[in-house]
């Protein structure tokens, strides 16, 4: 076997510009993502918790539809498929002075359109999670349903969903390698391209798995302190990273060596 | 359904006429018809499974009742006056804007865990009726030192005992100035300490005069001693009211008896 060491230090700190545009868009389009995803699947969430029908029967089938498809389809349909059928073509376009390719704004559109069925769910059964009695009590003091859930339902859902968001943003960002496929200059095509230039496959692969995994982790560490943030807001101890992560080993040694315990 | 044609008087500030209501076709109540008058204090006893509980939530509404009429100052709950004076039904803003006119403390207080006591108390008359913050908060601090809370205020309701939350619960009615409390079981899930300084706060309400009151409970004492009226029921009717003398010492029907000995 042959590791190129000095190709891989080199990848890994003095990274092309082109790699660290790529890394750029990566980031960029996962928080654009998840912001717009986070819009969508709440309007998605109060329509499956409103009292009208029509509206929760619209939401459970979007819901329905886009989880069920893998987001590769959807993005090939939503880039390629459109255009083929001559439906809608996306063509770069100038927003504020910096140009946005096509390919970004469809990627952006089907990135939307799968995490807001996600975070649908996240919020719908975040709500569900919380006792009927907030509820009724909001409505006792003579708030109306939407009042109650912008008071008082959801800022307590909000505890409850951010672990599971976090996770959804951590598969986001993840995610986005699939934009390759419809051609977004994003790391994992950038990776590709430098692959197929150099042959050091092995050695580029790994610094893009390093730096996704700087990316998430980076993430680990922001979640972590949000959700300390709402545990303060709520009363409740709050918990750092290291003790979580010193229980979580701790168990782990127990496990392996029960007899080495002092 | 039948609306009647002339409002209650005045002083009535509860007129409920012929409630029934059903959950899954199972009827809980039964023409249920009860007067309640401004400054009364009214206690509902009874055996579980007696409908106590279910008439007190028809009366705000938490409950929709099937069939019957309930007024509650003057207004005709969950129904709106149209300009020619009939009635529509509404149980969106205008349901809501009459529940404002009545506190309701729950068995399991639902305080709101995301705010401070403080903040539970002048929440609905700051953010939803948009009174000034400031007399708000100084009428809400008032609130608290009156239930015997003042240096607890800042406190969430997980860091209160049983007993503290319910306190914080009737503060946090009393903060809409109603014209009726209710009260589901208040101390039902508390321990006998507890629930002797809620039953106090209660108290000092009821002597006061000024706020009308329905109480679900199990203190028999509690009842000898606040009621002005005890309204006993069973079986999703009402089974006999009177003075607190009348109906715990010289109870007329068999199952008042039963009831009152197995409590007593």
């Known amino acids: 076997m042959h590791f190129d060491w000095t190709f891989f230090w080199d990848s890994l700190f003095q990274p092309s510009n082109a790699y660290l545009h790529g890394l750029m868009l990566t980031i960029v389009i996962s928080i654009l993502a998840m912001i717009l995803g986070l819009i969508l699947g709440l309007v998605l969430a109060l329509m499956r918790l409103s009292r009208n029908g029509v509206l929760r029967f619209i939401s459970a089938t979007y819901v329905w539809v886009l989880r069920g498809i893998p987001l590769l389809v959807t993005l090939v349909i939503i880039y390629l498929g459109l255009a083929a059928a001559g439906i809608y073509k996306f063509q770069d376009a100038s927003v504020l002075g910096i140009s946005i390719a096509g390919s970004i704004q469809a990627a952006l559109v089907g ?50 969903m951010i672990p599971p968001l976090g996770n ?40 893009t798995g390093i ?52 | ?106 068995q399991h207080f639902n305080l709101w865990p995301h705010m401070t006591a403080l903040e539970n108390v002048w929440h609905t008359p700051v953010r939803i009726l948009k009174q000034p913050k400031a007399q708000a908060v100084e009428e809400a601090k008032q609130l608290l030192a009156r239930v015997g809370l003042a240096d607890r205020m800042d406190a969430h309701p997980n860091g ?58 199990h203190e028999i004492e509690f009842a000898r001693e606040v009621a002005d009226r005890i309204v006993v029921m069973a079986d999703g009717r009402l089974l006999e009211q009177g003075t607190p003398e009348e109906v715990l010492d010289h109870p007329k029907e068999q199952r008042t008896r039963e009831f009152l000995a197995k409590v007593l």
């Open chain 1, 111 to 160: 990135l939307t359109l799968n995490e807001g069925a996600y975070v649908s769910e996240i919020i719908r059964s975040a709500v569900a999670a919380l006792p009927e009695g907030q509820l009724e009590s909001s409505l006792a003091m003579g708030m109306t349903r939407a009042s109650a859930m912008r008071w008082i339902i959801l800022p307590q859902a909000v505890r409850t």
């Open chain 1, 168 to 207: 959804q943003f951590n598969q986001l960002m993840k995610n986005t390698s699939l934009l390759s496929i419809i051609g977004v200059s994003e790391v994992f095509l950038i990776t590709q391209s430098i692959s197929s230039a150099t042959f050091r496959t092995f050695e580029i692969f790994i610094v």
């Open chain 1, 211 to 262: 730096y996704y995994l700087l990316l998430t982790t980076i993430w680990t560490f922001a979640q972590n302190a949000l959700e300390n943030m709402f545990n303060r807001r709520l009363g409740i101890e709050t918990v750092s990273l290291r003790t979580r992560m010193a229980s979580m080993f701790a168990g782990a040694r127990a496990k392996l060596s029960p007899s080495s315990r002092d």
């Open chain 2, 1 to 106: 359904m039948r609306f009647p044609s002339k409002l209650p008087p005045k002083d009535v500030i509860v007129r409920a006429t012929d409630v029934c209501y059903s959950v899954n076709g199972h009827q809980i109540l039964h023409d249920v018809s009860l007067d309640v008058h401004r400054g009364e204090v009214v206690v509902l006893l009874g055996p579980s499974g007696a409908g106590k509980t279910t008439f007190l939530r028809t009366i705000n509404m938490l409950n929709p009742y099937d069939d019957g009429t309930i007024f509650v100052d003057g207004h005709l709950m969950g129904y709106k006056k149209t300009r020619s004076g009939a009635y529509t039904p509404d149980s969106g803003r205008h349901l809501a804007e009459q529940r404002r006119n009545i506190g309701f403390v729950f």
């Open chain 2, 160 to 217: 209160l005992s049983g007993g503290q939350q319910q306190r914080v619960a009737i503060a946090r009615a009393l903060a809409m100035h109603p014209s009726l409390m209710l009260f589901d079981e208040p101390t039902s899930a508390l321990d006998p300490e507890m629930t002797l300084e809620v039953l106090a706060v209660m108290k000092q309400l009821a002597r006061s005069g000024d706020t009308t009151m329905m109480i679900v409970t």
